[in-house]
Nanobody
Framework: QVQLVESGGDLVQPGGSLRLSCAAS????????IGWFRQAPGKEREGVSC????????YYADSVKGRFTISGDNAKNTVYLHMNSLQAEDTAVYYC?????????????????????WGRGTQVTVSS
């Protein structure tokens, strides 16, 4: 059974950093693409970043490019989202999602409909 569990969300001051984790079970990351999404209050869920094990390619939304980094540890079956220079606009519930697909990461993996399995999310609040 595919399961994704997010962790690492917290309250952080503007300009601070956090690392989110997405622990996968029931499958191995070798043949999967993992995406990170977020949903702020009153807004639709949006794609933040994704990583495909096809060459380890990654893709980022313009709003986080240069501040967020996605990485994976296949030995731990975990994908991380390193977030730096956090801003109030980054406040949201962050979700990870998976799909059994290994193609080059691109705009396609920032779309919710590309993914079949989802975690329950972790809250990130950026506030002074």
């Amino acid at each position: 059974q595919v399961q994704l569990v997010e962790s690492g969300g917290d309250l952080v001051q503007p300009g601070g950093s956090l690392r989110l984790s997405c622990a996968a079970s029931g499958f191995t990351l070798d043949y999967y693409t993992i995406g990170w999404f977020r949903q702020a209050p009153g807004k639709e869920r949006e794609g933040v970043s994704c990583m495909s094990n096809y060459g380890g390619s990654t893709y980022y939304a313009d709003s986080v490019k240069g501040r967020f980094t996605i990485s994976g540890d296949n030995a731990k079956n975990t994908v991380y989202l390193h977030m730096n220079s956090l801003q109030a606009e980054d406040t949201a519930v962050y979700y990870c999602a998976s799909v059994r697909l290994t193609v080059v990461a691109g705009r396609w993996c920032l779309a919710q409909g590309s993914f079949g399995s989802w975690g329950r999310g972790t809250q990130v609040t950026v506030s002074s």
